[in-house]
């Protein structure tokens, strides 16, 4: 037996099932091991595999985990934003990587000695938990605390380098062990104490208007044992970006999903709240938008985070900061104020079902373009379309994103998946096969636009082979939207590099799915009436739809800045988004005085 093989049953016993890899020379000996215990998926490209692995494991679909593999130097570089990503979500993600001989590694200051060396240890360590290079093999009790560390405490990707002769040493009792004890960490999930739970019962209990705001620290699993609490609270509910799944959008307590990108109606009516219960959130900046001093402006905050440097960052500025696991601060929680009869609570939840009922998703100031599609309303005939098995990956930046984190309903069962703390371009593809190969019997929807999906169009290959379930929406509009639109407001639309007429190249895109072996059709607006489109639709098999989106098509509501006369930026509050509502619906949103400056 080989150190690869040991690695490789070890991870086994962890849970692990899958391999995502790129084959190459300096991890020959763990793939060679993979192949024998794990299912293993060759992708083309690293930063692929490393995204959809973080998509697969993050779904909860499977019995099993997805570990990446990849080789040394440019395996490795080319791996880089996807651990960015994870790290960014505090989202699972364990990468094997090869490296060249332990005598061949490069020392007193040279650039390189092994044939594609580089520092692999070096480039990761910023964006990982643990990162290491093992020259020698390992003892498995130290194996064990290092990859459990990517899924226990705050999660986050975890980077272990294999020396090429460390994974092919054949191991018996007398193989010196690599000591890696003091590369270890500690993360143990912090618990709320009594005190902390009745100090925010306290404050609960004199809020006329709170708001329950669940993060992605918050699982879907926790979610269905917290929600008879939640309803037994009457507590009204939103979830960021990283949660939307966690509630219907039907739901009797839900009232959105805040943003700086977000639901005008939930941006307003959480600056009206009174108490913002954050839990599993990070309270980052866009979240609470980047004039940070005016959220809940009238309100007080209580953040619950298992990250005491979240909590002491200094934004916002908090109420009650708990270091603790919201899951079990939650359920503690809510189980305390069952006692509370707060019929205001009631009241409240009301008038924010009223708001959200009279201010619409698609807003009429978007317009129609003839030939074209808008993309509000499509988002929400797709949500109309999908079903509660449907696995949602609205891509992870630019406008497509912003669109379906606004406009998409989401159902009871659904899983969606975004990675916003990087926000990188090309991240839908990856993820949405990922999702896909965690479970084959449910229906992947992917929404991304054309500048993104460019950016990782080759995987398309892979659907191919695979032959995964993936329904592959592309806005689209000859360029990145976000950038003509930041290009139009801030220089006078002195487009550069943002569309086919700045330089920018887009391929056919009904001729590149043949390419690929995947079928493809061109929406109109009587899409839905469409025979073809319903039977692709219903199908198995993956299928391309392309969704036109006119070039000039404006993305309302949305924050909007200024720069100021130092040069930098200054953004309006959430509730203040552009355009401003007419004065008849303002009076009748602040009909309750909620906003600052009401009656």
Request: hydrophobic content about 40%.
């Amino acid at each position: 037996m080989t150190h690869a093989d040991e690695i490789i049953l070890w991870l086994k016993e962890l849970g692990y099932s899958h391999c995502f890899f790129i084959a190459g020379g300096n991890s020959m000996h763990l793939l060679n091991s993979a192949r024998q215990t794990m299912t293993c998926v060759p992708f083309v490209h690293e930063v692929s595999a490393g995204i959809a692995a973080e998509y697969f494991n993050e779904t909860a679909l499977s019995a099993g985990k997805a570990f990446v593999l990849v080789t040394a130097g440019p395996g490795m570089t080319n791996l880089v934003t996807a651990l960015a990503g994870a790290f960014l979500e505090s989202r699972e993600l364990l990468v094997l990587g090869g490296q060249v001989k332990s005598s061949d590694l490069a020392t007193d200051g040279i650039r390189q000695r092994g044939i594609q060396e580089i520092d692999g240890v070096a480039i990761a360590t910023p964006v990982t938990k643990i990162a290491l290079c093992l020259k020698k093999p390992v003892k498995k009790s130290d194996f064990d605390q290092i990859v459990t560390a990517g899924f226990t405490g705050r999660p986050g990707p975890i980077f272990i380098e294999f020396c090429l002769d460390a994974q092919g040493v054949t191991v018996d009792q007398s193989t010196i062990r690599q000591d890696i004890t003091k590369s270890l960490v500690s993360d143990v999930m912090p618990i709320a104490n009594p005190s902390q739970i009745q100090n925010a019962v306290a404050l609960l209990a004199s809020a006329k208007k709170p708001i329950l705001l669940l993060g992605g620290g918050i699982s879907r699993s926790a979610m269905k044992q917290l929600l008879p609490l939640i309803e037994k609270s009457g507590l009204p509910v939103m979830t960021t970006w990283n949660a939307a799944d966690r509630l219907s959008s039907d739901h009797e307590q839900y009232l959105g999903r805040p943003n700086t990108w977000g639901q005008r109606s939930s941006n307003m009516l959480i600056q009206q709240a009174d108490l913002v219960l954050a839990v599993g959130t990070r309270l980052g900046l866009q979240q609470t938008g980047f004039n940070w001093s005016q959220f809940v402006p009238n309100g007080k905050i209580i953040h619950v985070d298992v990250d005491m440097r979240e909590l002491v960052k200094g934004h916002p500025v908090t109420d009650l900061a708990v270091c603790a696991e919201g899951e079990d601060f939650l359920a503690r929680l809510l189980t305390e104020i069952q006692l509370l009869k707060n019929s205001i609570w009631s009241e409240w939840l009301v008038h924010g079902k009223f708001v959200r009922d009279l201010i619409p998703v698609s807003e009429k100031i978007n317009g129609e373009h003839e030939g074209f599609l808008n993309p509000f309303d499509f988002v929400l005939s797709l949500s109309n379309l999908s079903n509660k098995k449907d696995v949602v990956v609205p891509c992870s930046s630019g406008s497509a994103f912003t669109v379906m984190m606004q406009a998409f309903g989401q159902k009871d069962g659904q899983v969606i998946i975004t990675n916003k703390g990087l926000a990188s371009m090309g991240y839908g593809l990856a993820g949405a096969i990922g999702a896909s190969l965690s479970d084959w019997n449910r229906r992947i929807i992917l929404v991304e636009g054309d500048g993104g999906f460019s950016q990782n169009l080759q995987e398309l290959a892979t659907v191919d082979v695979q032959k995964l379930n993936i329904k592959i929406f592309i806005f689209a509009n000859e360029g990145y939207a976000s950038i003509r639109m930041t290009q139009r407001n801030y220089f006078d639309g002195a487009y550069l590099g943002c569309d086919t007429q700045t330089g920018l190249g887009f391929p056919n895109w009904a001729v590149l799915a043949t390419a690929f072996g995947i079928k493809s059709t061109i929406l109109d607006r009587d899409f839905l009436n469409a025979t073809d489109f319903q039977e692709s639709w219903t199908s198995n098999e993956p299928h391309l739809y392309v969704v036109p989106i006119h070039p000039e098509q404006s993305f309302f509501p949305k924050i909007s800045s200024r720069i100021t006369a130092s040069g930098g930026m200054e953004s309006a509050p959430l509730h203040e988004m552009t355009p401003p509502l007419t004065t008849e619906i303002q009076a009748l949103v602040d009909e309750v005085a909620y906003l600052p400056g009401g009656k």
